[in-house]
């Protein structure tokens, strides 16, 4: 019973760690550049699958540790700040003739350093997160990589996203937005009861659905997030996002 116990203690980390290998994995698969975004993506959803999981069963379970909590960060680093530098380090590779430009991209990852460092450091509220999570910034640039990748996408489009201010305003966008105050709802249900906060996590969730559905593709992204800040002003509350 004892050794059961202990194994259940464990099992968060071991989804953490989990996280922290497809990290790695996606990071050499990156720099190699031989496998399709498409895989590539495919991958980070899972370290995704695993970060979200890793906490629903310490939570669940009462099984939250510190010693989870800096693992988790660790591993965050690799999956959500190291992946999405070198995405935008590639996606500047593909427009800029300046050698030194693209490193630009890993300001993406210096700003997640410092928001997983802040974040461990703050006092976490169960509602809301200050400034925008590592994962949902790591989807938001990994859609920029697929949007110029789709078969059938506007030339018009495609031109935008391959220009380098667009590049050079969405690495900076994306630096402050990770370490903005502005205050989002935290996706994390500790019950599925149809009330308080979880009313607006629902219509979130509805409406990212229904716009992933007709828009079919990444391009519903940079719009989900766009209604991810907007669900969150109205959820958190107008007096609550200045202070």
């Keep these: 019973m004892k050794s059961q116990f202990l194994f259940m203690r464990i099992i968060p980390n071991i989804l953490t760690l989990f996280n922290l290998f497809l990290g790695c994995v996606i990071t050499l698969l990156l ?34 540790s510190k010693l989870g909590a800096q693992l988790d960060s660790l591993a965050d680093l690799i999956s959500f700040g190291l992946v999405p530098g070198i995405i935008m380090y590639n996606l500047f590779l593909e427009v800029s003739s300046d050698p030194y430009l693209p490193l630009l991209g890993f300001t993406i990852t210096l700003a997640s350093a410092y928001r997983l460092a802040n974040f461990n450091l703050s006092k976490n509220n169960d509602n809301y997160f200050k400034g925008l999570p590592t994962p949902a910034n790591t989807v938001f640039i990994l859609s920029l990589m697929l949007i110029i990748e789709l078969p059938n996408i506007d030339s018009f489009i495609k031109e935008i996203v391959l220009d380098n201010n667009f590049l050079i305003i969405i690495t900076v966008l994306s630096c402050y937005l990770l370490n903005s105050r502005f205050k989002l709802l935290n996706l994390k249900f500790k019950d599925f009861k149809l009330k308080g906060v979880n009313k607006y996590r629902y219509l979130l969730i509805v409406l990212s659905a229904i716009l992933f559905i007709f828009l079919r593709s990444a391009l519903s992204i940079p719009v989900i997030l766009a209604i991810y800040y907007i669900v969150s002003y109205f959820a958190i509350g107008r007096k609550n996002t200045s202070s």
């Excluded at 550049?33 to 009462?62: C, H, Q, T, V, Y």
């Design 31 to 64: 720099i190699e550049g031989n496998l399709p975004m498409e895989s590539i993506s495919l991958l980070i959803l899972i370290a995704l699958f695993f970060d979200f999981m890793d906490g629903l069963i310490a939570r669940k379970f009462n099984l939250e």
